[in-house]
């Protein structure tokens, strides 16, 4: 007498190996995508224009431009202001990018500590 099976049954070792290979292939896909936000450029202007931030996606700043016109020796406050508002736009930019570019891979899962490499 043979054993019989219930319906679908040993049919997940199958399933299993697909979602493997999709969660390799999206781990894949994640690791390519951080190393092309690292080479991305963001760039933050404040001010009309006073104060220019550029950083990279792996949030190294690369420059900062400061309009002469805005250095007053009087009011040095101004500008540390206008800096930390550009620096600040500028990271908030590149880390939505990273996010919205992300969730495009992930379809928007939560990917607990792979998410580590946003």
Do not use: C, W
């Not at 933050?44 to 431009?65: F, H, M, N």
Request: aromatic content about 2%; cysteine-free; glycine content about 12%.
């Amino acid at each position: 007498m043979k054993a019989r099976l219930p319906q679908g049954y040993g049919k997940s070792s199958n399933n299993l190996a697909g979602m493997m290979k999709q969660a390799q292939k999206m781990q894949e896909d994640m690791k390519a995508l951080q190393a092309e936000l690292e080479q991305t450029e963001y760039t933050a202007t404040v001010g009309g224009g006073a104060v220019t931030a550029v950083i990279t996606g792996g949030k190294e700043l690369k420059s900062l431009s400061i309009k002469p016109e805005v250095v007053d020796p009087d009011d040095i406050e101004m500008l540390e202001d206008l800096i930390i508002s550009a620096v600040n736009e500028v990271i908030r930019k590149a880390e939505a990018d990273s996010e919205t570019r992300m969730n495009q891979i992930t379809g928007g899962m939560n990917m607990g500590g792979l998410g580590g490499l946003l």
